[in-house]
C-alpha cells in the first residue's frame, strides 16, 4: 500500500503535468467600450480560469467618457487580475497598445479589439503556434471569405477595402501575410522587448510585424472569425487613416527590403 508523501508526490506530479507552460497577459484597448468589455472581461476569466492559465487582463483606456475604466475597476474587484491603465491622453491604439504591451508580466502577450468581433477561443489556437516555436501569432481575417462577417452594406465596404489593401501590404513589404492590421495576435515578451516600435497609430501592427520580421523571429498567421460588433462604434476613420497607413507602409516595406538586400549582399561575400 502506498505511503501518504507517496501519494502527495503523485498528486503533485498530475497537478504540474496538467498545468499550461505559458503565462498569459492579455491587452484590451478600450474608448467607449463598457458594454463589450462587461461581456468580454467575464469570457475571457471563465474560459482561462478553467484551463487554469496563470493569466492577467489589461485594459488600456483613454479617458472614456461612458465609464469603461470603472467597469473594468469592478471587474477587479470581482476577479483579482484585471489591471486598468488609464490614458489621459488619447493618441491612438498604437500608443495604447504599446502601453499595455510593456506594462505586461507575463510571458506571452495576447492582444484583441475589445468590441467582441473576435472569439476568445482562438487563443488557444495562437498558443499552440507558439508552443511549436512561432514567437508572433497573427490572426487572419482574410484567408476566406465566410471568416468576415459581412452582414451590411458598409461593412462590405471595410472588407474590400481591408482585403485588398492588405494585398498591397503583402506586395509592397515581401511579408507573406494576408491581414496586417488585424488587432488579435500574441507575441513572446522577448521578441516583443527586442523588436522596439514607435508608432502610435494602427499602423503599429504593420510595424510589429515589419521589426519581427527584420529581427529574424518566427511569424505564423491563422484564420480567424470576424464578427460585426453590436455595440457601439468603430473608432477607425478609414478616409483618413489610409492615406496615413499606406505612407507608413512604404517606409516599413523600404526597410524591410533594404536590411533584407543587406543581408543577402553580407552571404554572399
Partial sequence: MPKATEIKESKEIKTAAKKPKYSLSIVLPTYNERKNIEILIPELENLFLKKRYDFEIIVVDDSSPDGT??????????????????????EGIGAALREGYNAAKNEIIVSMDSDLSFDPNDIFRFLEKIEEGYDLVLGGRHGSENNYEKKKFKIYVKWFISKFGNKMNKVLSGVNV????????????????????????????????????????KIIEIPVAFKDRIHGESKINLAREAPKFVAKLLKFSAKYRLLKMKDWSNKKN
Fill in 178 to 217: 494576408s491581414d496586417f492590421t488585424a488587432n488579435f495576435r500574441a507575441i513572446k515578451k522577448d521578441a516583443w522587448k527586442h523588436i522596439k516600435t514607435k508608432e502610435k497609430t494602427n499602423s503599429i501592427l504593420l510595424e510589429m510585424i515589419i521589426l519581427s520580421k527584420v529581427k529574424g523571429y
Fill in 69 to 90: 475604466a470603472e467597469a473594468a475597476e469592478e471587474m477587479n474587484r470581482r476577479y483579482r487580475n484585471v489591471r486598468v491603465i488609464v490614458r489621459l491622453k488619447k
